[in-house]
């Protein structure tokens, strides 16, 4: 049997760099995670007007970029610990200001990324201040890096039939199944030693196939805009969106769960 062929520098150093990269986003997002508060509001903020701004340069409205992540700012800012926090407020004012922008902007192109990027906001501060929203909001990370982990290696050593290549030539059904396994086990875990609710196990396998969804969704987009990433904010892993695009379905989806879960005891 021929030796394996070494991987090339290039490759490798791009590997490195995206290893690098990828451990301190984890670290940034654990700890503003654990603290809470004010820290992990600056993160959502940053991670939200992000967001914006990448989504007005790929869906081509470039004029409005600006107003966009103003018009944010106003439901992230009440938003904030020191006003109403994560709250109904805070979702009136992000379909209020996604009317604002729909309005001034003529399209519904850029008002649709207020949702895109504000509900996601709003679901990980308001997972962080619910009964154990620690863990409930470390899973729901867990269970994002979980898919991308799993999908990016087995769809490497195992290839095989592609997953959607009309929106993305590299993902393959072998990939989604090893995000969907990873995800069961990480989730498995934290149910043994943290005490997860087991039906959140099982509720970890649909949201993993979401959030591969979600990370075709924004392929499609960049394919749509003739784009290779999202932005170049992070070396080796593109923009914003292209970190995030597995989270914002899911954290949404899971925020809705614990709202229905804890509202006899908000009524």
């Known amino acids: 049997?021929?030796?394996?062929s070494a991987p090339k520098p290039g490759k490798s150093n791009e590997l490195q760099t995206r290893i690098?990269?990828?451990?301190?986003?984890?670290?940034?997002?654990?700890?503003?995670?654990?603290?809470?508060?004010?820290?992990?509001?600056?993160?959502?903020?940053?991670?939200?007007?992000?967001?914006?701004?990448?989504?007005?340069?790929?869906?081509?409205?470039?004029?409005?970029?600006?107003?966009?992540?103003y018009a944010l700012s106003v439901p992230l800012a009440i938003?904030?610990?020191?006003?109403?926090?994560?709250?109904?407020l805070g979702l009136g004012l992000i379909f209020g200001a996604a009317m604002f922008i729909a309005i001034?902007?003529?399209?519904?192109?850029?008002?649709?990324?207020?949702?895109y990027a504000g509900f996601p906001a709003l679901a990980i501060l308001y997972l962080r201040d619910i009964d154990n929203g620690i863990l409930i909001m470390l899973w729901t990370l867990a269970l994002v890096?979980?898919?991308?982990?799993?999908?990016?290696?087995?769809?490497?050593?195992?290839?095989g039939p592609k997953l959607a290549p009309q929106y993305s030539p590299n993902k393959t059904w072998a990939g989604l199944i090893g995000g969907v396994i990873l995800t069961a086990a990480v989730s498995f875990v934290l149910h043994i030693y943290w005490e997860l609710p087991f039906y959140l196990v099982l509720l970890s396998i649909p949201l993993a196939v979401l959030a591969q969804m979600g990370d075709l969704f924004e392929s499609w987009l960049k394919?749509?805009?003739?784009?290779?990433d999202s932005g170049t904010i992070f070396p080796g892993h593109g923009g914003v969106m292209d970190r995030l695009d597995g989270l914002i379905p899911v954290a949404p989806v899971v925020a809705l769960v614990m709202l229905v879960e804890h509202w006899p005891t908000l009524s």
Request: glycine share 14%.
């Open 145 to 159: 890096w979980a898919t991308d982990i799993g999908a990016y290696f087995s769809g490497r050593a195992i290839g």
């Open 79 to 88: 938003m904030s610990p020191w006003a109403a926090g994560a709250s109904f």
């Open 1 to 4: 049997m021929a030796e394996p």
């Open 104 to 115: 001034f902007d003529r399209s519904l192109k850029l008002a649709a990324g207020m949702i």
């Open 20 to 69: 690098i990269v990828g451990v301190l986003l984890i670290a940034a997002a654990l700890l503003a995670g654990y603290f809470g508060g004010m820290l992990l509001w600056l993160l959502v903020v940053l991670m939200a007007l992000g967001i914006m701004s990448e989504w007005a340069g790929l869906t081509g409205r470039h004029e409005n970029r600006k107003l966009a992540m």
């Open 223 to 228: 394919r749509k805009a003739g784009a290779k």
